[in-house]
């Protein structure tokens, strides 16, 4: 599998990714606030974030919303997500730069107060993540955060098939249509997910301190850590 596959699955359910984004991710409140209870910042402070894999930017749409002197810079594989993206920030394009880029391989700009991802990080392999890991870490300035929520992998065959099992009822109980239900199962097809384990261990490893799980719901889980100051 590579990067330019999972483009051309996003390419072609850009317009329908957000339509049932509640009736796929069961926690969907619970996840993305926990992110911005994890961003450390007066709301009118002119920090700088970065969105990993920010497809329609809907995670950085709320973060604009929460702070709004942040500056945000989308970064995604997939140009009609970043093209819907822009749409959503047209009535206020200075706060936000979109960049169509394959994060696993291109340098970050930076230096940013914040990176986070949401949904995206579980495409690449593990060495790919576990080198993200360390790239995320160069682009933070002393003190930022990294806040990644996104899908892991069961810890054994057995509880990632009741992961499995779980997100399909309750995706099922909030009556997600069968078409949407197809096309994320086609996107998954290109998930690569990993134990939340070994990503908090890469964490440490790039040099990540305050690393953690801060909220996780069955394959949902929302983990990063901070650059210390010195």
């Not at 160069?138 to 054994?156: C, I």
């Not at 997100?167 to 998954?188: F, H, K």
């Not at 261990?201 to 929302?222: E, P, T």
Request: net charge negative; with cysteine.
């Amino acid at each position: 599998m590579g990067h330019s596959t999972v483009a051309s699955v996003f390419d072609r359910s850009a317009q329908i990714y957000e339509r049932s984004r509640r009736q796929l991710v069961p926690c969907f409140d619970d996840f993305y606030a926990t992110v911005l209870e994890l961003l450390p910042f007066d709301a009118a402070a002119a920090v700088r974030v970065l969105d990993l894999g920010a497809g329609t930017g809907l995670l950085s749409f709320f973060i604009a919303e929460r702070f709004p002197g942040a500056r945000l810079t989308l970064v995604d594989i997939s140009e009609p997500m970043l093209a819907q993206a822009r749409d959503r920030f047209a009535s206020t394009p200075e706060r936000v730069e979109c960049l169509v880029a394959d994060y696993s391989s291109v340098p970050l700009p930076g230096p940013f107060d914040a990176v986070v991802s949401a949904l995206s990080i579980h495409h690449l392999a593990d060495a790919q993540k576990a080198g993200l890991f360390a790239r995320v870490f160069a682009s933070l300035v002393p003190g930022g955060r990294f806040v990644n929520a996104d899908q892991v992998l069961g810890p054994t065959p057995r509880l990632e098939q009741h992961y499995q099992d779980t997100w399909l009822r309750q995706a099922r109980e909030r009556a997600v249509s069968a078409a949407d239900l197809s096309a994320a199962l086609e996107r998954m097809r290109e998930d690569r997910t990993a134990p939340l384990a070994d990503q908090l261990a890469w964490l440490r490893a790039a040099g990540f301190d305050d690393v953690d799980c801060f909220y996780k719901h069955y394959r949902f889980a929302v983990f990063g850590g901070r650059k210390p100051l010195d």
